[in-house]
């Protein structure tokens, strides 16, 4: 909102530096190795920054103002992915397209143009050069980034409101807005299952907002407006249903041993026993925007707000220990 980005030191809760942009930041992503990181303005600037000093690595402009392929007045970049590597970076907008750049160059290596209507998520594969994509076309697509080609596209009867890559980038989880997960084969695109409760006279969720892998492999959490349903990948099976009253969830976040997940809804954030369901700690933020989990064993995780965030120790995260508030 203040036009820029915070550098946290996450034990104290001190600013380390702050990253200057033209306008508020829409997204930003921290590459795997730690020392980059990348942000992305409403007005579709984006920043690679050395996470150490501060200072700027390249620009570029990732809302293709003017380009050819699309022109528009969003031009906000609403998502950024960094490949495994760490040599490409994906971004995605309220558009039909998403585009690859070169984190050497910066400059744009693919545009994934391929879908009618807009993108709403955007996810990288763990290894190899894919990309999945969800839209309001009611697709799914699953890109080759060497190519610049769709594999596989998978289609659906609602919108494509959550996608997520799971088993080593060997299987794809979709969402729509009827509720109701599907897991398909992402080297075939064919369909595996979808995932619903026996029995279930109604759509489980009234509208999926997306999903939240454990990093195991074997499960996956989906969430909505006010559940989360964790459900075993193998089997189909729903193993536990959170419902959490009154306020829309807007983000889940597991645990780096994949024995806690917390949700983020309204100004509530909930940490959760993930065998059980049993709720562990249950703390009050303001303004609470979603919540995320280390990509890694041994880093931190945190529950990010708008102004003021929260960093959980992970060796504590079962228990809902919190390790330190982070105000601006």
């Known amino acids: 909102r203040d036009s820029g980005a915070v550098v946290w030191d996450t034990a104290s809760g001190v600013v380390l530096r702050k990253l200057p942009h033209d306008g508020p930041v829409e997204c930003a992503e921290v590459f795997p190795e730690g020392d980059r990181a990348i942000t992305c303005s409403a007005s579709g600037a984006c920043t690679a920054w050395n996470a150490n000093s501060g200072e700027p690595l390249g620009n570029f402009s990732a809302s293709l103002k003017g380009n050819a392929i699309e022109r528009g007045n969003d031009l906000a970049i609403k998502e950024i992915a960094v490949f495994p590597d760490g040599r490409r970076v994906l971004t995605r907008g309220f558009k039909s397209w998403a585009t690859v750049w070169d984190t050497a160059t910066w400059k744009m290596s693919c545009v994934l143009h391929g879908h009618t209507f807009a993108i709403t998520i955007a996810r990288v594969f763990p290894t190899s050069d894919r990309v999945i994509t969800g839209s309001f076309d009611q697709l799914a697509i699953i890109w080759n980034v060497a190519s610049c080609k769709a594999m596989h596209k998978l289609p659906h009867t609602q919108w494509v409101t959550g996608v997520a890559v799971l088993s080593r980038g060997d299987m794809v989880a979709t969402v729509t807005t009827s509720g109701a997960p599907t897991l398909w084969n992402a080297l075939n695109g064919r369909k595996i299952r979808g995932l619903r409760i026996p029995g279930a006279e109604v759509p489980l969720f009234d509208i999926a907002y997306g999903f939240a892998p454990f990093p195991e492999g074997d499960r996956l959490a989906t969430f909505d407006r006010g559940a989360v349903v964790i459900w075993n990948i193998t089997s189909g099976a729903a193993l536990q249903r959170l419902v959490i009253p009154p306020?829309?969830?807007?983000?889940?976040?597991?645990?780096?041993?994949?024995?806690?997940?917390?949700?983020?809804?309204?100004?509530?954030?909930?940490?959760?026993?993930?065998?059980?369901?049993?709720?562990?700690?249950?703390?009050?933020?303001?303004?609470?925007?979603?919540?995320?989990?280390?990509?890694?064993?041994?880093?931190?995780?945190?529950?990010?707000?708008?102004?003021?965030?929260?960093?959980?120790?992970?060796?504590?995260?079962?228990?809902?220990?919190?390790?330190?508030?982070?105000?601006?």
């Open 247 to 328: 306020e829309p969830i807007w983000g889940v976040a597991v645990s780096p041993g994949g024995d806690a997940l917390a949700t983020c809804s309204g100004e509530n954030v909930t940490v959760w026993d993930a065998s059980s369901g049993k709720a562990l700690q249950h703390f009050t933020e303001p303004s609470v925007s979603r919540a995320t989990a280390p990509a890694t064993p041994g880093s931190r995780g945190c529950v990010v707000t708008f102004g003021l965030g929260r960093v959980i120790d992970p060796q504590g995260f079962g228990q809902g220990l919190p390790w330190q508030s982070l105000l601006q």
